[in-house]
């Protein structure tokens, strides 16, 4: 009943990660069920990606990452690789080479061995949970110290202490179609457009401040999915809301998306 992230492949299926019951893929109006605690003993799927090949990597909340190639699901648990439980972003950086954001650091996952890299990119040990690819520049999102991007191989940290964000929690980070930075944090939503950032919080209209998640549609409409606060949706400057008073089975929702149609 908890869907705690949502995804669309290259093929047009939708992907949907539980609390605790597993995998679930909607593909020709039918729904198929996959069971983790039979691949990897852990049925908590907490991100998504696909890769250049067409490979769908999961992340689970406690016991490493599966990749799955279309027929077979490959685990890597964090008993022989330590470090990518709890694994909440993935990107592509070269041939054979995943970097992994998790709650535990940064790791590049190369043919089957792992390293901590944040020292390699100039950053503090990390508590990671998302990443975004943009051109040559990866940028990250952590629950304790706000957000970094790295270029040629240098970091830069935005944070409360630098004065650019209003919370260090952040849940996640996006890119929408004009080239902002959006994060999604415990105290409201951040963009970054050229270097300046604008916050919005409860008194510019957020409906709750603890925001996990948000998607742009094809009218330029950002849809935030908030904790407690059902769903945000910003149009210009103004904000309305979907909540269960207006059909939402609940106003906990966790991850949003928006498919190809």
Not at 27 to 53: A, G, H, L, T
Request: aromatic share 14%; glycine share 12%; net charge negative.
């Amino acid at each position: 009943n908890f869907i705690l992230c949502i995804m669309e492949d290259h093929e047009g299926n939708i992907w949907m990660g539980s609390r605790g019951n597993g995998l679930i893929k909607y593909s020709k109006n039918s729904f198929i069920s996959f069971d983790f605690e039979q691949i990897i003993n852990d049925n908590m799927v907490r991100r998504f990606y696909q890769d250049r090949q067409g490979d769908l990597w999961f992340g689970l909340a406690g016991t490493g990452i599966v990749q799955y190639d279309g027929t077979n699901f490959t685990p890597y648990h964090m008993a022989d690789f330590p470090g990518i439980s709890n694994v909440r972003g993935f990107a592509e950086i070269g041939p054979d080479l995943m970097l992994l954001a998790s709650i535990n650091g940064l790791y590049h996952f190369y043919k089957e061995s792992i390293r901590e890299v944040s020292e390699l990119y100039g950053l503090l040990p990390g508590q990671y949970t998302d990443l975004l690819v943009d051109g040559d520049t990866i940028w990250l999102s952590s629950i304790n110290n706000g957000m970094s991007f790295i270029t040629n191989g240098h970091s830069t940290t935005f944070n409360r202490q630098s004065g650019h964000l209003q919370s260090n929690i952040l849940n996640s980070i996006s890119k929408d179609s004009k080239g902002n930075i959006w994060v999604c944090a415990n105290d409201g939503i951040g963009k970054s457009s050229d270097g300046s950032f604008r916050w919005y919080n409860v008194e510019d209209g957020l409906s709750y401040p603890i925001v996990l998640h948000m998607t742009e549609d094809k009218l330029g409409r950002y849809w935030f999915a908030s904790y407690l606060g059902g769903i945000n949706i910003l149009e210009g400057e103004k904000f309305s809301y979907l909540t269960k008073e207006d059909g939402l089975s609940s106003d906990n929702i966790y991850s949003i998306t928006t498919d190809k149609k």
